[in-house]
């Protein structure tokens, strides 16, 4: 596996174009089973997870042509093979719950085992299989083998979500665009990755309305077409690396990004005193903040997102006094925060969501094991680069599913980093 090798004290300095968001990019994906026709994607770009999602589509029987330089994909279902997902690659990809929605769309019928990702929480999946009950979809389930098979084309029905779940909400959506009669989702999530997969669905046939909102309404039509679809910018990417130019009194513009899907986090880091200029569609953050704690607490859309909650935790370990961390969403996402104190950093776990960041510290490099998951190696890089020596970071698959050729793009800003292999 390979490991990350940074040698910390340098501030980025320079500019980034913001990728296509990874959390969108997956979902169009699992889409592209609504239709026939050709569904071409742009502007994505392919990480590790987006790679996951595509080989499940091919496995199903979808033909996918990648022109990586263009960051294009052209996606056309000639014919379905099967309507079970892969289990080694659904088991590593939370998101392939996705294609469930469709294939019951247009097929009545999805098998899947138990869906992987991040090493957060517990990740259940019980909103998915109460949600498309509510759609008179049959469920039945092989504990043993962690197994779920779904029969019947959905009906139209409500399903009003006991707590917000941003793909549950994508996938009842998905599931809802071809189903026989109205679906009425509430207390969904309201993430922009939402509103920007409905317009693409509606742009193309589809009746809903109301994405972007609690309430969503589908009125189930008889067939979709395909065409185009723009992934919005990586609000998570761009909040990372905004932390991180601030976390290193760095001067850096990051562009293509949508500061108004950033508005919490942006006013956090203002409240910090992080110096920016805001554009419509750029960030520019300027060194010489005199940085001070501020307390932080995630929620879901427009909330402050739980994925910055790693790299603004390591921004106000520079930060002057105490900031209370409140990661409301996952109960698991913050079993990093060991690996900070142990290079140096004062923070106090004081329960599964709450931590107390007393700062500012200097932190010191030293080797630390994998990363939990992909924003947290992102928050250890932050850390690495902060330290004064060297910090060596183990198995990176994880930063590399959501932050794609992270060293390189740091190396650009002036930042000592190189990846080598484990060994
Ligand atoms: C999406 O995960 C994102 N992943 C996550 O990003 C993100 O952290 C999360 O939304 C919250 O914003 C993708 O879009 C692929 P949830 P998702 O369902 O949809 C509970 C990253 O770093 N829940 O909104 O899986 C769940 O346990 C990743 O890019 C149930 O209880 O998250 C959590 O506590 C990490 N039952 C809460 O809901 C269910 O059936 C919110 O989770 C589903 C979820």
Not at 129 to 143: Q, S
Not at 322 to 336: K, N, P
């Amino acid at each position: 596996m390979s490991k990350f090798i940074i040698s910390g004290g340098q501030p980025l300095k320079g500019e980034i174009e913001v990728n296509g968001a990874k959390n969108s990019a997956t979902k169009a994906i699992a889409a592209a089973i609504l239709s026939n026709e050709e569904m071409v994607i742009e502007n994505i770009t392919l990480f590790e997870d987006v790679r996951q999602m595509l080989a499940i589509y091919r496995d199903l029987g979808g033909k996918v042509t990648e022109d990586a330089s263009a960051k294009k994909v052209l996606l056309k279902l000639e014919n379905l093979k099967k309507m079970e997902l892969d289990k080694d690659l659904a088991c590593k990809s939370r998101p392939s719950i996705l294609f469930v929605g469709p294939l019951l769309s247009r097929f009545g019928e999805a098998k899947i085992v138990e869906p992987g990702g991040c090493a957060i929480g517990k990740r259940p999946i019980d909103l998915f299989i109460n949600g498309f009950k509510a759609m008179g979809v049959a469920v039945t389930d092989n504990p043993a083998h962690n197994e779920y098979n779904f029969k019947g084309y959905p009906q139209g029905g409500t399903f009003i979500f006991p707590l917000v779940s941003v793909t549950a909400t994508e996938t009842l959506m998905l599931a809802a665009v071809l189903a026989r009669g109205r679906t009425i989702l509430k207390n969904v999530a309201q993430e922009p990755e939402i509103p920007a997969l409905a317009g693409y669905l509606n742009n193309h046939g589809a009746k809903i309305v109301g994405a972007g909102t609690p309430v969503i309404t589908i009125e189930g039509v008889e067939k979709i077409t395909a065409g185009d679809f723009e992934v919005i910018p990586d609000r998570i990417e761009a909040g990372s690396y905004l932390a991180m130019a601030a976390a290193t009194n760095g001067d850096l513009l990051v562009r293509k990004c949508q500061p108004k899907h950033l508005e919490v986090p942006l006013d956090i880091l203002r409240q910090i005193g992080v110096k920016m200029e805001i554009g419509s569609d750029y960030v520019h953050v300027i060194p010489g903040g005199e940085l001070k704690a501020i307390d932080i607490k995630t929620h879901e859309y427009p909330g402050f997102p739980t994925d910055l909650q790693p790299p603004f935790t390591v921004l106000l370990t520079q930060a002057q006094g105490r900031a209370l961390v409140h990661e409301t969403i996952y109960e698991g996402r913050m079993f990093y925060i060991d690996k900070i104190n142990r290079m140096g950093a004062d923070i106090i776990l004081c329960d599964p969501h709450r931590a107390i960041v007393i700062g500012p510290t200097k932190l010191y490099g030293r080797e630390l094991e994998r990363s939990p998951d992909l924003r947290a190696g992102f928050a250890m890089v932050m850390a690495g680069l902060i330290a004064e020596g060297t910090t060596i970071i183990d198995n990176i698959y994880q930063i590399d599913r959501g932050y794609e050729h992270l060293e390189k793009r740091l190396r650009h800003l002036g930042a000592e980093i190189i990846r080598a292999d484990a060994g």
